[in-house]
C-alpha cells in the first residue's frame, strides 16, 4: 500500500514538474513577445521596413520659365538617376567596371561608391534616357534606377546668359533662374522606394503627388523670336569682327519692358560644366563700360533741359585740338569751328561736348546725370547687377567736367544706357528695366509686374529737341548714316570708346568699343536697342560696325512687331504738318487713286467712318479731340490704302498714335 502511495506521489511530483516547465515555457514566450512586440516592437519595426524600403529625398518639378507669349524658355522633365544598394551587390569589381564604363565615370570612384557599408547609394543623378536604358538592360542585381527631375533649355544657347542655369539639385546658380529661385523651386519631399523579396525595387512614375509642391512658373517680358533675331545676328558681327564680346539690348521704351537681351560669348546650360566660368556673367547687366560718345545725348539733354544752353546756340570747336590743363581734347573726324548742340551730336565732336559740359557745370550736370539713373543700379530683376562708377562731384578732377560729357571718367552697364536712352524716347520719364511679366503658382494664383515709373528726368519738349537732333545723327553728314533705314526714321548715337589700360591707367591706342544705341520710329518708338562690339579687330568705329547692325536688327523687328512703314514724320511743337511731313506722307502713293475727305474740324469716330466710307483702310490717328490738319490735303489724290495723318487739337507729349484700320482703333 505504502509503495503503491509513494509511487502516485512521485507521478504527481513529475505532472507538476511538468506543468510548471509549461507554465515557465509559456511565459517566457509570453515575456519575450511583450518585449519584442511592445517594449522592441518600433525598433524591430524600422529594422523590418528598412529591409523592403528605402527613404530619399527627392526634388520637385522646377517651374517653367517662359517668353511673354508663352513659349517654353525652361523647364523640367523627368529622366533617370541611378543608384545601388552595395550590400546586395556580389561581384562589386565587375558591377563597377559596367557602371562606371557606361555612365562615363572613374571606376575607382564607382567602386568606392559601391563597397560602402549601407543600402543607398547614388551613383550618378540626371542621366539622359538613352545612358539609363543601356545600363539597365545589364540587370545588374543592387544597381537600379528611379526618376527625378531635370533642368532642360530647348533652345540650347538662345538666351542662356539671361536664363542662367541650375545645379543637380535643381538650385539656381545664375540669371533668372537665380534671381527667381524662391518662385521656381519647388518643396523638397521625401519619397519611399519600395523593393519586392528579391530585393528589387518596385517604385515607379511620377514622384509628385499633387501640384503643391511644384515652382511657380516665370513669364518674361522676352519674345523669343526677337530674342534669336537680335542673337543670330550679333553673335555673326562679334565673329566677323574678330570682337571679344557682343551685347546687344531691346526695351519698350514706354514700360521698359526688355524684348531680347543678348551676351556673347554665350554657353549651352543644358551642359554647362563643358563651358568656362567666364562664360556665365550677362556682360549686360554685370559689366560696366566706358560708353564713349553715346553719353553726349544725356550730357546735351541735361544742358538743354535745364536752360543753360539753346539749341542754336553755337560753340568755338577749336578746329579740332584743344587743350585743356594736362591733356588735350581731340575731335577724330573734323576740324569744326563753330557748332550748335545739334551738330554737335551729329558730327559727334568730343570738344563741343565738353564746351557744353563747361557751360553747364558739374554740379547740375552730375545731378542730371543721377537722374538719368547713372551711377545706382536699375532694379531690373537680374542678379549681379553693377551701379556702373560716376564719382560725386567732390572727387572729379580739374579735366571731368570736359571728358565726362564725351563718355570717359565715367563708366556704365549697357542695362544703364538703354534705360536713359528710354528716357528721350518716351518724353523724358525714367522707367525701370522690366524683365518679369507676371508669376503664375501651381494653385492658379498669377502675380503680375506693372511698369514703374521711376522719375521724369528732363521735360516732353527737351525730349521732342533731343529727338530731331538723334534723328540728325542719321541723316547725311552724320555719324549714324549707315543706321539710316528704308520705311522709319531712326533717332541714334554712334560711340567709339577706348578701352582702358588696367596696369597703366591709360588708354589702348588699338583697343575700342563701338556702339549705336538709338530708337526707332523717332515719332513714335517702338523699340530702343543698343548694339555694343567690345574689341573688334577690324571696323572699330560705331558707325562702321555697330550702326549697320542696328538697322539689320531693327529691319526685321519692326515688321515683327507690326509696326507700320513709310511714317517718318517727326513730331513738331506746331499740330499742323509741315510741307516735309506731307510729302514724306503723299511719297508713298503708288496705284489706285481716290478723293481725300476733308476731316478738318471732326471727332475721331467721324474721321474713321468717313475714312472708312472713301476707302482708305490704314490710317494713323495722332493724339485725341479734334483734327485740325491732315495729310495730304483735302481734295487731294491719293492712293489705295495710303497712310493718311490727322493731327488732333491735343497731341500727347510722348508722341502716342492711334491706328485705325477700317472702323477699328488700336494703340500702337
Request: glycine share 10%; charged share 20%; net charge positive.
Amino acid at each position: 500500500m505504502n509503495a503503491v502511495k509513494r509511487i502516485h506521489e512521485h507521478q504527481l511530483v513529475r505532472l507538476f514538474i511538468v506543468y510548471v516547465c509549461i507554465i515557465s515555457g509559456f511565459a517566457v514566450i509570453v515575456s519575450k513577445a511583450f518585449y519584442l512586440e511592445v517594449i522592441r516592437g518600433r525598433r524591430y519595426a524600422e529594422i523590418a521596413r528598412r529591409q523592403y524600403s528605402r527613404e530619399i529625398t527627392l526634388i520637385p518639378a522646377r517651374g517653367a520659365i517662359l517668353d511673354r507669349d508663352g513659349r517654353i524658355l525652361a523647364q523640367s522633365v523627368l529622366v533617370d538617376s541611378i543608384y545601388a544598394d552595395p550590400l546586395l551587390i556580389a561581384n562589386k569589381s565587375r558591377t563597377a567596371v559596367i557602371v562606371s564604363r557606361v555612365l562615363g565615370l572613374g571606376a575607382d570612384e564607382t567602386l568606392t561608391k559601391l563597397t560602402a557599408d549601407r543600402q543607398f547609394v547614388w551613383i550618378k543623378r540626371l542621366v539622359d534616357p538613352d545612358i539609363a536604358r543601356k545600363l539597365l538592360r545589364y540587370h545588374l542585381k543592387g544597381v537600379y534606377s528611379l526618376r527625378e527631375y531635370r533642368r532642360f533649355y530647348p533652345d540650347k544657347s538662345i538666351a542662356s546668359n539671361l536664363l542662367g542655369f541650375v545645379d543637380v539639385d535643381s538650385r539656381g546658380l545664375s540669371g533668372i533662374e537665380l534671381s527667381l529661385d524662391n518662385y521656381l523651386h519647388g518643396n523638397p519631399f521625401s519619397a519611399v522606394v519600395d523593393v519586392d523579396g528579391h530585393n528589387s525595387p518596385v517604385y515607379a512614375g511620377d514622384p509628385i503627388n499633387g501640384t503643391s509642391m511644384s515652382g511657380d512658373n516665370v513669364v518674361t517680358t522676352i519674345d523669343l523670336n526677337i530674342q534669336f533675331i537680335l542673337e543670330t545676328a550679333l553673335k555673326k558681327a562679334v565673329t566677323d569682327l574678330g570682337a571679344s564680346k557682343g551685347i546687344g539690348i531691346i526695351m519698350a521704351p514706354k514700360t521698359g519692358a526688355i524684348l531680347a537681351m543678348v551676351s556673347i560669348p554665350d554657353f549651352n546650360p543644358n551642359v554647362y560644366r563643358k563651358f568656362p566660368v567666364s562664360v556665365f556673367k550677362d556682360i549686360a547687366v554685370e559689366n560696366t563700360y566706358e560708353p564713349g560718345s553715346i553719353f553726349k545725348p544725356f550730357v546735351i539733354s541735361a544742358a538743354l533741359d535745364a536752360g543753360a544752353i539753346t539749341p542754336k546756340e553755337e560753340f568755338f570747336c577749336e578746329h579740332g585740338h584743344y587743350k585743356v590743363y594736362n591733356i588735350v581734347i581731340r575731335d577724330a573726324e573734323g576740324d569744326y569751328d563753330m557748332l550748335n548742340a545739334g551738330t554737335i551730336l551729329k558730327y559727334s565732336s568730343n570738344i563741343g561736348a565738353a564746351k557744353i559740359g563747361e557751360k553747364l557745370g558739374p554740379t547740375t550736370l552730375y545731378r542730371y546725370l543721377k537722374e538719368f539713373g547713372f551711377g545706382s543700379p536699375t532694379g531690373i530683376d537680374l542678379p549681379g547687377e553693377s551701379p556702373g562708377i560716376l564719382n560725386r562731384v567732390d572727387r572729379w578732377s580739374g579735366v571731368s567736367i570736359d571728358t565726362i560729357p564725351f563718355g570717359q571718367g565715367v563708366s556704365a552697364t549697357p542695362i544703364q544706357l538703354v534705360t536713359a536712352m528710354a528716357a528721350i524716347a518716351n518724353g523724358g520719364l525714367l522707367v525701370m528695366p522690366q524683365i518679369i511679366k507676371e508669376i503664375r503658382a501651381p494653385g492658379g494664383n498669377v502675380m503680375h509686374f506693372s511698369p514703374v515709373i521711376r522719375r521724369r528726368v528732363i521735360s516732353p519738349q527737351t525730349a521732342k529737341t533731343m529727338t530731331g537732333m538723334l534723328v540728325g545723327v542719321v541723316n547725311d553728314g552724320g555719324t549714324g548714316v549707315r543706321a539710316r533705314m528704308d520705311g522709319y526714321t531712326v533717332a541714334g548715337k554712334t560711340g567709339t570708346a577706348q578701352i582702358p589700360d588696367p596696369k597703366t591707367g591709360r588708354y589702348y591706342k588699338n583697343r575700342f568699343v563701338s556702339s549705336f544705341l538709338g530708337f526707332v520710329p523717332a515719332n513714335a518708338p517702338s523699340i530702343v536697342m543698343l548694339i555694343m562690339i567690345v574689341d573688334p579687330k577690324t571696323d572699330p568705329y560705331g558707325g562702321q560696325s555697330a550702326a549697320p547692325l542696328f538697322k539689320d536688327v531693327a529691319g526685321k523687328v519692326l515688321p515683327y512687331l507690326g509696326v507700320p512703314s513709310g511714317l517718318n514724320i517727326m513730331a513738331t511743337p506746331s499740330s499742323e504738318p509741315s510741307v516735309a511731313d506731307m510729302a514724306q506722307v503723299q511719297a508713298a502713293s503708288v496705284t489706285q487713286t481716290g478723293i481725300v475727305p476733308d476731316f478738318r474740324g471732326a471727332s475721331i469716330r467721324t474721321v474713321l467712318r468717313e475714312a472708312k466710307k472713301a476707302g482708305i483702310e490704314d490710317l494713323v490717328i495722332r493724339g485725341s479731340g479734334y483734327a485740325v490738319g491732315q495729310s495730304p490735303q483735302p481734295y487731294a489724290r491719293y492712293a489705295h490704302g495710303p497712310v493718311i495723318v490727322v493731327f488732333s487739337d491735343s497731341v500727347s507729349g510722348n508722341g502716342q498714335e492711334q491706328r485705325g484700320h477700317r472702323a477699328d482703333v488700336i494703340k500702337g
